[in-house]
């Protein structure tokens, strides 16, 4: 039995630090709220996240639902920002000659899609504004299921699509910044820039520890949130003023707090959002399934991501302006491209965001997202398992 309990644990703890898990803790979790929303549970659930607290300490905040999203999911952001600037200062984006491809195929992956968004919603005006949700892809769900095809593929195919998936939500938070947010109030957009100032003296004057980011974190967190600007930018923003180099004991601050913040983000944050945002009913109007929404994003999921990303791969490579990764296939790079229409996470959010007082077109958003995102996972996979390794002369 004692060795039982310890193959078991073993087991555990191989999956827990495996790339795959928190992909698969995210699809158990969107499942489980899809299975809730299409069952007696429905109102329940429903009530769960969206009913007014009783009391909160942050007014704004009056539902679980949106201390999830705009509290809980800072981190998340936080956690992206933290890996973006190790990748930009000592990681793949620190190279120019390497940077190139990533981000030449992560904006042609963004463009792609919103344009063919636009073109299928372009006779109803009203959808416009959600042009940017098919425009992201969603890192733990896309290396989730790379991860499950394990040593199949060449280790730069893994590479080039994280990369590729930092440099997307780099841009996504962009988007947010820009594009989806209001009522900016300049009051406490003044008091944002300095705390953001502050932090950045703190690491010009090359203050190592990693608290005082943490608090400054959560002060920008608090005036971003009253500002106008989307909260979850504050975590980006903060994270960027996290120094990478090393303190008096040989530790870096950044490479701490990524440290502890990615399992907590990665099985505990992120489900729940997925878990609080996927539950969407697919028993009502079926003429919801073929609505000019959910079509837009799912194709502009399925069909934008792979043409912007392919598209730009294989130009960069015959124009000569950046070598496609070593030792990918043509055929590998489709389906690398294929997995990046999986928009999970952040188009769900992007998705609230775009429609904040249409709850129709939020749940119509959310039944084309997970179309998208499923049926490029599906076929993301099946073209890697089944696409031949590179020729060693293959041109």
């Given amino acids: 039995m004692l060795a039982k309990a310890k193959i078991s644990r073993s087991a555990l703890a191989a999956f827990l630090s495996g790339e795959a898990a928190p992909g698969v803790v995210l699809m158990i979790a969107a499942a489980a709220a899809m299975a809730m929303a299409n069952s007696g549970l429905a109102e329940a659930y429903h009530q769960w996240f969206h009913h007014t607290l009783a009391w909160t300490p942050i007014a704004k905040l009056d539902t679980l639902h949106l201390w999830i999203n705009d509290a809980l999911m800072v981190v998340f952001f936080f956690v992206v920002g933290l890996e973006i600037k190790r990748e930009i200062v000592d990681g793949e984006l620190s190279d120019p000659n ?15 899609p919103a344009l063919i968004f636009l073109f299928v919603a372009r006779l109803q005006p009203m959808l416009h504004r959600g042009w940017a949700i098919p425009a992201a892809t969603d890192i733990a769900f896309a290396m989730g299921v790379l991860a499950l095809l394990g040593n199949r593929l060449p280790p730069s195919i893994r590479l080039f699509l994280l990369t590729v998936a930092i440099v997307d939500d780099l841009g996504a938070v962009a988007v947010i910044a820009l594009f989806y947010s209001s009522g900016i109030k300049a009051m406490w957009l003044a008091v944002s820039l300095a705390i953001l ?55 870096s601050p950044l490479l701490r707090l990524e440290h502890a913040l990615v399992k907590p983000n990665g099985f505990l944050i992120v489900p729940l959002f997925g878990f609080a945002n996927a539950g969407v009913a697919i028993g009502g109007d079926p003429a919801h399934f ?59 959010f992007i998705a609230a965001l775009a429609y904040p007082m249409h709850q129709q077109l939020v749940e119509e958003a959310k039944i084309g997202v997970l179309a998208g995102s499923v049926i490029s996972a599906l076929a993301g996979w099946t073209m890697l398992r089944f696409a031949r390794p590179a020729k060693p002369a293959e041109d």
């Fill in 98 to 112: 390497r940077r190139r491809l990533p981000v030449i195929a992560a904006a042609a992956g963004m463009v792609a």
């Fill in 290 to 348: 073929v609505a000019t929404l959910p079509a837009a994003i799912a194709l502009g999921l399925f069909l934008g991501k792979q043409l912007g990303i392919f598209a730009a791969i294989w130009s960069a490579d015959r124009l000569g302006v950046a070598p496609r990764p070593e030792g990918a296939s043509w055929m590998q790079l489709w389906g690398m491209a294929l997995l990046c229409g999986i928009g999970f996470t952040m188009s769900l």
């Fill in 197 to 251: 100032a502050g932090m950045i003296a703190l690491n010009y004057f090359r203050w190592r520890s990693a608290w005082p980011y943490v608090i400054g974190a959560v002060l920008l967190w608090f005036a971003v949130l009253h500002s106008g600007v989307h909260a979850t930018v504050a975590g980006v923003l903060a994270a960027f003023t996290v120094p990478l180099a090393l303190d008096s004991r040989r530790r």
